[in-house]
């Protein structure tokens, strides 16, 4: 039987092409947020099934690739729950390893710590175009500042790091998970009803505020109750400053300190920004994690239909390691997303240097080799990309394909000079 020559499904192989772009992505990425004094991580792709299955990764912890356990600890035959088969699981995002790696380290780390991890994450989704079982992410992620500088630095960072690569006319949208509690509790929600109704809210832009109203009912929840809440929306849309309406609106339910941070954090960022996008509180945005607790955020891309990243703090993750809670503040940008939107849009990666191609036909005597190859050497020095390669019968076609890895200068070498 032969062997397969295509990946597993949900993974992909990457062609020059596009490693190329990833490549040139991954370097503004890292060189920009290193400006903004992120410093770069490496956590395994590999993590403890009980830190992966926590019940603070929503949704992703139904999809876990979760790994058996090795050599004497695996017995099927006396086997009798998952719990004797499985200890570990290849991480779903890079939130969960960051968390703990800082437990782990954070004697040894700065006090705030600024991190940049770069890295592939696995989820057992169902693959569909743009979404696979392993993709990059690519988090930055500021631990100890309490203050909602750590949400003005991310965005800021995060929206530089845009503007960089090209993107414009996009839209921070962000919101307080502190703010949906308060609108919940005021509508008459019981506390412990509250995830049902974020689940069901965070389908507005898909299914508008009727279909919210008729899915909240349909739930079982009370009319009275579905009424209020929903007010607050339509009234809110004729406010000329619904931040503004909603904290008045929500008096004793919501603290003075929530609407003072979150003003302040979109005025900072507004007069300091320094890229082509648009601030928007969105008091419909939820984020799916349950581990945040406080501002979130998410990058929308109306132009291109979708969003490319998104994040929030979660200031309680750590004290689940270490019994200390931590404040934390993290931001990710769709890695897998811009690579598609910058394929589709037909990108070049911007040259740094000249790229030549020395062409060298078969049989050319050891001599010539070693002078060609030498003056390779001297172009490379100068700062010049140098291929060196044999030449193809079909040298035409060669010289086409070259051509599209952003080869310019083409020079060839053969045996007998006089060709």
């Keep these: 039987m032969a062997l397969s020559k295509k990946p597993v499904t949900g993974m992909k192989d990457i062609l020059p092409e596009e490693m190329q772009i990833r490549d040139y992505v991954i370097s503004v990425i890292k060189e920009t947020y290193k400006e903004f004094g992120f410093t770069s991580i490496e956590t395994p792709s590999v993590e403890n099934i009980e830190n992966l299955s926590n019940k603070q990764g929503g949704e992703n912890e139904k999809l876990i690739f979760k790994i058996l356990k090795r050599g004497g600890k695996l017995n099927l035959e006396t086997?009798?729950?998952?719990?004797?088969?499985?200890?570990?699981?290849?991480?779903?995002?890079?939130?969960?390893?960051?968390?703990?790696?800082?437990?782990?380290?954070?004697?040894?780390?700065?006090?705030?710590?600024?991190?940049?991890?770069?890295?592939?994450?696995?989820?057992?989704?169902?693959?569909?175009?743009?979404?696979?079982?392993?993709?990059?992410?690519c988090d930055i992620d500021i631990l100890g500042e309490p203050s909602n500088l750590a949400e003005i630095e991310l965005i800021l960072a995060t929206t530089t790091t845009l503007g960089r690569l090209g993107f414009q006319n996009f839209q921070i949208r962000i919101n307080e998970r502190r703010i949906l509690k308060a609108m919940a509790a005021y509508s008459g929600f019981d506390e412990e009803s509250y995830d049902s109704v974020f689940i069901t809210l965070d389908k507005m832009d898909k299914i508008g505020l009727g279909g919210v109203e008729a899915e909240l009912l349909v739930n079982g929840f009370a009319k009275e109750s579905v009424d209020k809440y929903l007010n607050l929306f339509k009234r809110m849309e004729e406010a000329e400053d619904s931040l503004a309406f909603l904290a008045g609106e929500l008096g004793e339910f919501l603290e003075d300190e929530v609407k003072v941070s979150l003003q302040e954090i979109m005025d900072s960022v507004q007069a300091t920004k320094n890229s082509d996008f648009e601030l928007i509180f969105d008091p419909t945005?939820?984020?799916?994690?349950?581990?945040?607790?406080?501002?979130i955020f998410e990058i929308a891309m109306p132009e291109f239909g979708g969003s490319c990243g998104g994040g929030g703090r979660y200031d309680k993750m750590v004290g689940g390691?270490?019994?200390?809670?931590?404040?934390?503040?993290?931001?990710?940008?769709?890695?897998?997303?811009?690579?598609?939107?910058?394929?589709?849009?037909?990108?070049?990666?911007?040259?740094?240097?000249?790229?030549?191609?020395?062409?060298?036909?078969?049989?050319?005597?050891?001599?010539?080799?070693c002078r060609v190859i030498a003056r390779a050497q001297k172009e490379r020095k100068e700062g010049k990309q140098v291929l060196v390669v044999r030449m193809n019968k079909n040298k035409k076609f060669q010289k086409e394909q070259l051509t599209k890895e952003g080869y310019t200068n083409f020079q060839e070498f053969y045996k007998n000079p006089l060709k």
């Design 79 to 137: 086997a009798e729950s998952e719990k004797d088969l499985v200890d570990g699981g290849l991480r779903y995002d890079l939130t969960v390893p960051l968390v703990r790696f800082y437990a782990n380290h954070a004697n040894e780390l700065p006090n705030p710590f600024k991190a940049l991890q770069m890295g592939n994450v696995w989820r057992a989704d169902r693959p569909q175009r743009g979404r696979y079982r392993q993709f990059m992410q």
């Design 285 to 295: 945005l939820v984020r799916g994690m349950s581990y945040y607790t406080g501002t």
């Design 321 to 369: 390691f270490t019994g200390n809670d931590v404040p934390a503040c993290g931001f990710s940008i769709g890695f897998e997303r811009i690579i598609l939107l910058l394929l589709e849009s037909g990108f070049k990666v911007p040259e740094q240097s000249e790229k030549v191609a020395y062409l060298l036909e078969k049989g050319l005597p050891g001599e010539e080799l």
